[in-house]
């Protein structure tokens, strides 16, 4: 069974510093997708990353990034010089079983950016 | 833009009603799916339909019912609401991936459904 892990249930930092999100997944299938989510307060998820179990290269967006490390099973996400529209719940997610399109989600993250 | 749509973004009901929550999406998606969110449960999968007349139960379906009569249109149906079930759900959409490329899902903004 697959399963996510996001252990940082609530983060707070002041803003334009960097912070990262946790995210650990398990798994015993060697092709997977692996996801970040952002639900801001308006409730709609919004799509900000996929990375396939082939490519471990890590990715660089704007002020985002993203780490993956099949070694640790990790999927970590980081804020660089964070923003008050960064506040959100954050949301890690996997999917397995290729072609099968059925997401596991992490519990999330809410991560609130001080003024 | 993709747009899925939620027909309420909150909804009050009494345990033993009958309930229906609508999707719809404009996109000609083949895949749409059915999630609740819950506080520290994240989102878990009820039920998930890849084509018309077609559905698949997801991780928690017990308690609920589906249908897709029409490819933009994916009901959820809590035939008898009970209190456990209120919950904030929602609704997202997908195409249906090819043999090399995964389609990402899109996500409605949720119905807040609190049954008393």
């Known amino acids: 069974a697959q399963k996510v892990t996001q252990a940082q249930t609530e983060i707070s930092v002041v803003e334009k510093e960097d912070v990262t999100l946790d995210c650990v997944y398990e798994?015993?299938?060697?092709?997977?997708?692996l996801f970040w989510y952002k639900q801001p307060p308006s409730g709609e998820l919004v799509f900000l990353i996929r990375r396939n179990s082939f490519d471990e290269q890590n990715e660089i967006s704007g002020r985002y990034s993203w780490n993956f490390q099949k070694s640790t099973s990790s999927f970590n996400f980081t804020i660089t010089a964070s923003q008050v529209v960064d506040s959100a719940v954050y949301f890690c997610?996997?999917?397995?079983?290729?072609?099968?399109?059925?997401?596991?989600f992490g519990t999330g993250t809410r991560l609130t950016i001080i003024p | 833009d993709v747009k899925v749509t939620q027909s309420s973004r909150y909804l009050v009901k009494r345990t033993g009603e009958k309930v229906f929550l609508e999707c719809v999406q404009d996109m000609d998606h083949e895949n749409m799916f059915w999630y609740r969110q819950d506080p520290g449960l994240g989102l878990r999968l009820i039920y998930f339909s890849y084509d018309v007349k077609m559905k698949e139960k997801g991780d928690i379906p017990e308690g609920y019912s589906v249908s897709r009569e029409k490819k933009e249109r994916f009901s959820l149906i809590l035939e008898s609401a009970s209190t456990n079930q209120t919950s904030m759900y929602l609704c997202?959409?997908?195409?249906?991936?090819?043999?090399?490329?995964?389609?990402?899902?899109?996500f409605g903004p949720g119905t807040r459904l609190t049954v008393l």
């Open positions: 997202a959409s997908s195409l249906l991936a090819g043999a090399d490329k995964y389609n990402e899902q899109f």
């Open positions: 798994t015993r299938d060697t092709t997977y997708y």
């Open positions: 997610a996997l999917e397995n079983n290729f072609g099968n399109e059925k997401l596991t």
